[in-house]
């Protein structure tokens, strides 16, 4: 028992314990992130480098050659490139506000060597078609999936080696602790949610009906109303959620072509970790964010 202390983290009943006991201070700490005073108390706890997220919209329908569509071969593609894959039983932010919730057995996934020490009553270890089938299962129920490296995942859990570890979380905009309370959010969020290059999401004016839906669901308050239709604004982190709630199909989300959004997406992950891919050990290039070029290395540090 002494031995499993030293080998593992936390177990499921203490995570769920821990979770509980946070989720205000996580509430709060995100909802009075801009109020004058308090959001300079606030604001290290989000800051970058150790709050980074990015989303991929497996939930909509992008396109691509081979009929799958584009964000889901996109995280195919990722999930084969790790060795290291966790999947967690539930997902810890479904269960604090609804132990019945039908996504409770929908899970994150911890990436890295990390997940060594994560304690076994949180799930298993599984394989990279384990992975893509859980995403499919994510994706059918609308959720987005977010790219996660976050400090307090990995306090949660007592994963060292935070460089080496990245989540991949499926999430909705009721539950979620990442993507809730993010409309008022102060400077230090603001920052630690980036959109995937490469992806722009678009209103189709001639169909828009000013349902005013998607200003309402949208997380980040990204849309608003202009001449009667609704506008996409630069705060748009391209979740994709928007795009499946406007009644009338007029919210489309485009991409780059694979090859070149697969590269954003490595970009993107080695700007907020040092998970080993199997791409570099191949000797394909992923830029290291120990190598970055001068403008990127100010943009992670700002
Ligand atoms: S949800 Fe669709 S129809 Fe409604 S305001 Fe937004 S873009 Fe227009
Ligand atoms: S505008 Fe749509 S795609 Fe962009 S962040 Fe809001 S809900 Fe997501």
């Not at 990436?111 to 299962?137: L, M, Q, Y």
């Not at 991949?168 to 809730?180: F, G, K, N, S």
């Not at 959010?185 to 999401?201: E, H, M």
């Not at 694979?258 to 992923?286: A, C, T, W, Y």
Request: glycine share 6%.
């Amino acid at each position: 028992m002494v031995w499993n202390i030293f080998k593992y983290g936390p177990n499921l009943k203490l995570v769920r314990l821990q979770v509980r006991l946070s989720w205000p201070l996580i509430k709060y700490g995100k909802k009075w992130s801009a109020v004058p005073v308090l959001k300079w108390i606030i604001y290290p706890f989000f800051k970058r480098p150790h709050n980074e997220l990015t989303s991929i919209p497996i939930h909509v329908n992008v396109e691509s050659p081979d009929s799958i569509a584009l964000p889901m071969r996109l995280v195919e593609r990722l999930v084969s490139e790790i060795d290291d894959i966790f999947l967690m039983d539930e997902c810890h932010c479904a269960g604090v506000k609804n132990r019945k919730s039908s996504r409770l057995n929908i899970g994150c996934m911890a990436f890295g060597p990390s997940i060594a020490r994560i304690h076994p009553s949180h799930g298993r270890k599984i394989n990279t078609e384990e992975a893509v089938n859980h995403v499919r299962k994510a994706a059918a129920q609308g959720l987005v999936a977010n790219i996660a490296h976050v400090w307090i995942d990995a306090l949660a859990f007592q994963l060292t080696r935070f460089n080496r570890l990245l989540f991949m979380c499926l999430c909705d905009d009721d539950q979620c602790i990442y993507r809730t309370f993010m409309k008022r959010r102060g400077l230090s969020l603001d920052k630690t949610y980036k959109k995937l290059p490469g992806l722009s999401v678009q209103v189709d004016t001639s169909k828009c009906s000013n349902c005013q839906t998607c200003v309402e669901t949208c997380f980040v308050s990204a849309v608003e109303t202009k001449g009667k239709v609704a506008v996409i604004g630069d705060d748009c982190r391209g979740c994709g959620i928007c795009v499946n709630r406007c009644p009338e199909g007029a919210i489309s989300l485009t991409m780059e072509n694979e090859e070149v959004m697969f590269q954003h997406l490595l970009d993107r992950i080695r700007e907020m970790s040092n998970l080993p891919l199997k791409i570099e050990k191949r000797g394909k290039g992923v830029k290291s964010r120990f190598v970055a070029s001068p403008e990127k290395k100010q943009q992670n540090e700002t």
